[in-house]
């Protein structure tokens, strides 16, 4: 798993994913448009002390998201590593809400 991690990151990749976060200014108002017609559910988890992607970004998203859920973990942009156990929690939750409600059980 770890050197999955490490690869998706190899040459230039690191670089290139920043370049799509810089664009979330210029992008998201195109975006926001057709977030509304989205109807699938969306669980955000965000870091509320995230300084690459400020948690605005999140509010955002899950003011236009229809079928949205936000959570803030007190981390920084590393959510998934740095509160691994509440984003283990949260995500683990979101799956089996909406396996069941899919699944009508």
């Not at 965000?46 to 690459?52: E, S």
Request: no cysteine; aromatic share 10%.
């Amino acid at each position: 798993m770890r050197e999955d991690y490490l690869a998706s990151y190899a040459g230039d990749r690191f670089v290139e994913s920043m370049a799509y976060v810089r664009s979330y200014p210029s992008d998201l108002p195109l975006l926001a448009e057709r977030l509304g017609d989205i109807r699938t559910p969306v669980q955000i988890i965000a870091g509320r002390h995230d300084a690459l992607v400020p948690p605005s970004n999140a509010e955002f998203l899950h003011a236009r998201l229809a079928h949205s859920k936000l959570d803030f973990l007190e981390t920084g942009h590393f959510t998934w590593e740095d509160g691994a156990d509440d984003y283990l929690e949260l995500t683990r939750s979101w799956i089996e809400a909406h396996r069941t409600a899919r699944h009508g059980g």
